[in-house]
T-cell receptor, first 114, second 116 residues
Framework: DTEVTQTPKHLVMGMTNKKSLKCEQH?????MYWYKQKAKKPPELMFV???????INESVPSRFSPECPNSSLLNLHLHALQPEDSALYLC?????????????FGQGTRLTVV | AQSVSQHNHHVILSEAASLELGCNYS??????LFWYVQYPGQHLQLLLK??????LVKGIKGFEAEFIKSKFSFNLRKPSVQWSDTAEYFC??????????????FGKGTKLSVIP
């Protein structure tokens, strides 16, 4: 199984809503990532978890709150988002944090904030 | 800080034409380089990677890339493209960002359109 599974695939939420994005992998990877991708732009790193501990937070606003409950799961909790937060949110995982490791990406959650 | 430049924003080719997409990187440490492809509506998939060794790297679907250290380049090539190669192509570098962490940085991407 070389899949990273993200749910939901699409999400529409209001600016006062609270929602969560979920990501799951069963490859035994110990590094997991959240990226944000706007239309016609490259993915931008948001958070990195290594061995279930947050190791990188790329100055992301607090309305995005990551959580790694175990080595297979990664959540992104959303609260009070703005319309400009509408984007494709990608989850990825890799064997470990390191230069010579390959990241596997999920299909993403397309988020629309209204 | 590391960065990646992809020179071509949109490339349009006819089927069977040869492809070369440019990628230049800026990073002071040991380079780990990748090409990812994103087909319409699909997730990012790894085409090929370079960590060390032979600078000519072969990937999936007939793609290859050459690492030229003196030029800080990692260009992607394919001798004969097919309509199914229509996609967005991203070059990326994975470099050390401090405190034991590594960061995968993407170029802006090149959209390839192949005309049947």
């Amino acid at each position: 199984d070389t899949e990273v599974t993200q749910t939901p695939k699409h999400l529409v939420m209001g600016m006062t809503n609270k929602k969560s994005l979920k990501c799951e992998q069963h490859m035994g990877h110990r590094a997991m990532y959240w990226y944000k991708q706007k239309a016609k732009k490259p993915p931008e790193l948001m958070f990195v978890y290594s061995y279930e501990k947050l190791s990188i937070n790329e100055s992301v606003p607090s309305r995005f709150s990551p959580e790694c409950p175990n080595s297979s799961l990664l959540n992104l909790h959303l609260h009070a988002l703005q319309p400009e937060d509408s984007a494709l949110y990608l989850c990825a995982s890799s064997h470990r944090q390191g230069g010579n490791t390959e990241a596997f990406f999920g299909q993403g959650t397309r988020l629309t904030v209204v | 800080a590391q960065s990646v430049s992809q020179h071509n924003h949109h490339v349009i080719l006819s089927e069977a034409a040869s492809l070369e997409l440019g990628c230049n990187y800026s990073y002071g440490g040991t380079v780990n380089l990748f090409w990812y492809v994103q087909y319409p509506g699909q997730h990012l998939q790894l085409l090929l990677k370079y960590f060390s060794g032979d600078p000519l790297v072969k990937g999936i679907k007939g793609f290859e890339a050459e690492f030229i250290k003196s030029k800080f380049s990692f260009n992607l090539r394919k001798p004969s493209v097919q309509w199914s190669d229509t996609a967005e192509y991203f070059c990326a570098v994975n470099g050390y960002s401090g405190a034991g962490s590594y960061q995968l940085t993407f170029g802006k991407g090149t959209k390839l359109s192949v005309i049947p």
